[in-house]
T-cell receptor, first 112, second 111 residues
Framework: NAGVTQTPKFQVLKTGQSMTLQCAQD?????MSWYRQDPGMGLRLIHY???????DQGEVPNGYNVSRSTTEDFPLRLLSAAPSQTSVYFC???????????FGPGTRLLVL | GDSVTQMEGPVTLSEEAFLTINCTYT??????LFWYVQYPGEGLQLLLK???ADDKGSNKGFEATYRKETTSFHLEKGSVQVSDSAVYFC??????????WGAGTKLIIKP
């Protein structure tokens, strides 16, 4: 089992560019989520999905898009990058609900 | 709204010292409580959890007891090691498939 994988590990963008952060899991988990981690602020939920075809917004969804066409994959799209989106992004999955979440290694994003 | 407050770090201890990291929460209802740990350069991983009042979660020598009367879930370990150096996050389940996270406490253990 690879667990939760994320690509890329590090990315530099210019303001206004778009990109997709990839997340995949091989544990057949129904629940997947995206967080951003900023210094001194803990983790904030961006979007989550409770199964293929079902997504919903978290605490800070603006500027981000998600889709869930398969159980395994949950990509996060930045539509038009802004410096405020400079952060570390984590993808997580769990079998059901929030009982135990498994995190990917993170993507460090720098927007200039 | 629901919230989690953790003691500010960094917390610096010598090896074999006793550790306490404070966590208090505000929530409606009866949330589940979690401690996650993030080692340098890695993602978070679940350390322990408790799902109801007076439950004690434990793992790798760490313990935390769900105290409803003081709305607390303090993390403790009797004798820390250098390998315990990490950032520790307290969190609660807020319902609606969302976790509310504390800001994290960085722990530094010196040999």
């Amino acid at each position: 089992n690879a667990g939760v994988t994320q690509t890329p590990k590090f990315q530099v963008l210019k303001t206004g560019q778009s990109m997709t952060l990839q997340c995949a899991q091989d544990m057949n988990h129904e629940y997947m989520s995206w967080y951003r981690q900023d210094p001194g602020m803990g983790l904030r939920l961006i979007h989550y999905s409770v199964g293929a075809g079902i997504t919903d917004q978290g605490e800070v969804p603006n500027g981000y898009n998600v889709s869930r066409s398969t159980t395994e994959d949950f990509p996060l799209r930045l539509l038009s990058a802004a410096p405020s989106q400079t952060s570390v992004y984590f993808c997580a999955s769990s079998y059901e609900g929030l009982e135990t979440q498994y995190f990917g290694p993170g993507t460090r994003l720098l927007v200039l | 709204g629901d919230s989690v407050t953790q003691m500010e770090g960094p917390v610096t201890l010598s090896e074999e010292a006793f550790l306490t990291i404070n966590c208090t929460y505000t929530a409606t209802g009866y949330p589940s409580l979690f401690w996650y740990v993030q080692y340098p350069g890695e993602g978070l991983q679940l350390l322990l959890k408790a799902t109801k009042a007076d439950d004690k979660g434990s793992n790798k020598g760490f313990e935390a007891t769900y105290r409803k009367e003081t709305t607390s879930f303090h993390l403790e370990k009797g004798s820390v090691q250098v390998s315990d150096s990490a950032v520790y996050f307290c969190a609660l389940s807020a319902g609606n498939y969302q976790l509310i996270w504390g800001a994290g406490t960085k722990l530094i253990i010196k040999p």
